[in-house]
């Protein structure tokens, strides 16, 4: 099937792009690496399998990757070019040198500085977006690049374009966006807004600084305990985090929106404590006599409401 998509897609690009191989695959799309034949550099296609791109699909996935192609961030891949025709829709994007969040995270948990500085860079690019009302709806680290000592987040509007705002679409037999990092209100059907992709992102930072998402089991199991349970408090996972960050996490995951992050900045703001914090505390390390890390840890999550 994707020899044959590959196909279809070199001849409806043929003298525009070429194809040159498959970069990657996921649930609903495939990457491939092509030449971007008018202006001489390479570049990446992304195109949605046959089964997704029916009519009404196609101009969705138009109408939704124009406005997005609007979005001109340091921390947001750009779009490039896109069409739907012959049964596909495809969009084209820069090649991205470096690596998938997902792909650093198979090391294990990172450095608590890491963790606040790509939630923070992922935080910026989504109060970007949300400040000219688009909103993602699918973060995960699939969709986070590390290139260039930045976090780069990827497929903004491609779930809209695919889900016509219904997050109760099913696509190959998954619902629409990733089960690990759905908020409750996708899982349940309602609209998603700003403050879905908050919630998405405290899972993301939650498994940047353990390891693991904070709801694990098959698909079912979690999107059950996204709706229902309190999350494990990151420190009890990995001891040594500091409060704040549980703070900061059950706040970020709240099962109401309106007991989470209202705005992506509050959250930002936050993560550029912590890593002011974290920063003061390493460079504080041997100094058995200073108390400065500690102190302004208790400040910190006094202002956050802890005790």
């Not at 209202?262 to 703001?269: C, S, Y």
């Not at 890593?275 to 041997?286: F, H, K, P, R, Y």
Request: hydrophobic letters at 45%.
């Amino acid at each position: 099937m994707n020899s044959a998509i590959e196909a279809q897609l070199a001849a409806v690009l043929q003298g525009t792009y070429r194809i040159e191989r498959e970069l990657g695959r996921g649930a609903m799309a495939l990457v491939f690496l092509a030449t971007d034949l008018r202006h001489g550099r390479n570049v990446a296609v992304k195109v949605l399998p046959p089964e997704l791109a029916t009519t009404a699909t196609a101009e969705r996935f138009l109408r939704e990757i124009r406005i997005t192609a609007a979005l001109q961030h340091s921390n947001i891949l750009p779009l490039m070019d896109s069409g739907a025709s012959e049964g596909l829709c495809w969009y084209v994007m820069p090649v991205v040198e470096g690596e998938s969040l997902r792909t650093r995270l198979a090391a294990g948990p990172l450095p608590l500085r890491d963790v606040a500085k790509i939630g923070m860079e992922v935080g910026n690019a989504l109060a970007y977006a949300h400040a000219r009302d688009v909103v993602h709806r699918d973060i995960k680290p699939e969709n986070i690049m590390l290139s260039g000592g930045q976090a780069i987040v990827m497929d903004f509007g491609l779930a809209r374009a695919i889900g016509a705002g219904s997050s109760r679409i099913t696509a190959m037999g998954l619902p629409l966006g990733t089960p690990a990092y759905m908020s409750p209100e996708q899982i349940q059907g309602d609209d998603a807004d700003a403050r879905s992709d908050v919630y998405g992102l405290g899972c993301v930072i939650y498994e940047m600084a353990t390891g693991k998402p904070p709801f694990v089991g098959n698909l079912g199991q979690v999107m059950r305990m996204h709706v229902n349970d309190a999350v494990v408090p990151p420190s009890q996972k990995r001891p040594g985090l500091p409060s704040p960050l549980d703070k900061l996490v059950a706040k970020a995951l709240a099962k109401k929106p309106a007991d989470r992050y209202q705005k992506a900045e509050g959250l930002v703001h936050d993560l550029e404590v912590i890593q002011a914090i974290a920063t003061l505390e390493a460079s504080a390390e041997g100094d058995a006599k200073s108390s400065e890390p500690k102190s302004a840890w208790k400040k910190f999550l006094d202002k956050l409401g802890g005790a």
